[in-house]
């Protein structure tokens, strides 16, 4: 498992979002205590991003989990996938080069701006969904991305160089994911990048907004209706409400008594859990 040279950690937000760990070239570690727990893994690695000695930066992430381990190779550390020794935490997830895949005319080329990490990242690196998901090895974690296009296939013509885009990039097989400094992606997978926020926080986006798109589509809200979301204040439950509210709901959202004030912003009623949601 291996993150791109170049990276530091960055938190979008105040922890609310449970993707909302952005890892954007050149900041400084700025990691919040109020991540989901789910992410607890890919937090404990972020604190300990450093530099080497040899000026490459490595990541050490994680509790320990299955064995594993790094092999240096001309391209770079990547995982060898022997049967007992492709996951584990903190011994096998650095940073390091290795090659791009080819760029098709269906392909784009995008410099990563930032990659949204979510709980599914840290099950693929502790093997939790071996056996439910074909990877490849060297793998690179990351669905979410948000960048800038740098070059297009021969039969594109939705993007050009210098267009600013970001999408959820889960392909057939995980392997080349989004936290590297550059990525190969088909272009079904991207969209042109809102303007309204930073492009690097644009990368928490896909996944939970994906997600509560989704949902909120299947239960066709209508207005005047009354929706109970849990977990509101999470990355899915606050895209949850928002796209609620706009269908003309009125908006009940569990959360922790923090988190209050938060959902009020978004026009949400709060509750806490318990006894208070009973009341």
């Known amino acids: 498992l291996a993150l791109a040279a170049g990276f530091r950690a960055s938190l979008v937000g105040t922890g609310r979002a449970d993707n909302a760990i952005v890892l954007r070239k050149g900041a400084d570690s700025e990691i919040s205590s109020g991540i989901s727990r789910d992410n607890a893994n890919i937090i404990a690695a972020l604190q300990e991003i450093a530099t080497g000695p040899d000026g490459k930066i490595y990541a050490f992430v994680g509790d320990t989990g299955r064995r594993g381990w790094m092999q240096n190779l001309p391209n770079g550390p990547y995982l060898p996938g022997a049967p007992d020794?492709?996951?584990?935490?903190?011994?096998?997830?650095?940073?390091?080069?290795?090659?791009?895949?080819?760029?098709?005319?269906?392909?784009?080329?995008?410099?990563?701006?930032?990659?949204?990490?979510?709980?599914?990242?840290?099950?693929?690196?502790?093997?939790?969904?071996?056996g439910y998901i074909e990877l490849r090895f060297p793998v690179v974690i990351g669905w979410d991305v948000a960048g800038e296009v740098t070059?297009?296939?021969?039969?594109?013509?939705?993007?050009?160089?210098?267009?600013?885009?970001?999408?959820?990039?889960?392909?057939?097989?995980?392997?080349?994911?989004?936290?590297a400094e550059t990525v190969v992606l088909p272009v079904r997978v991207l969209a042109k990048a809102p303007t309204s926020i930073e492009l690097e926080h644009s990368a928490a986006v896909p996944l939970t907004g994906l997600t509560a798109l989704q949902l909120t589509r299947r239960l066709d809200i209508q207005p005047g209706e009354t929706v109970l979301i849990h977990g509101a204040s999470g990355g899915v439950g606050q895209f949850a409400a928002q796209l609620a509210k706009l269908a003309g709901a009125t908006v009940i959202g569990t959360a922790s008594t923090r988190n209050h004030d938060h959902l009020r912003s978004l026009g949400v009623e709060p509750v806490g859990y318990g006894p208070e949601l009973e009341g």
């Open 85 to 130: 020794d492709q996951f584990g935490g903190p011994e096998v997830l650095k940073i390091g080069e290795i090659p791009l895949p080819p760029v098709g005319p269906d392909s784009v080329v995008v410099k990563v701006a930032g990659t949204g990490i979510n709980p599914v990242d840290y099950k693929i690196a502790m093997g939790y969904l071996d």
């Open 151 to 179: 070059a297009v296939g021969g039969a594109i013509t939705e993007f050009t160089p210098g267009d600013r885009v970001f999408g959820y990039a889960r392909l057939d097989t995980v392997e080349h994911g989004t936290a």
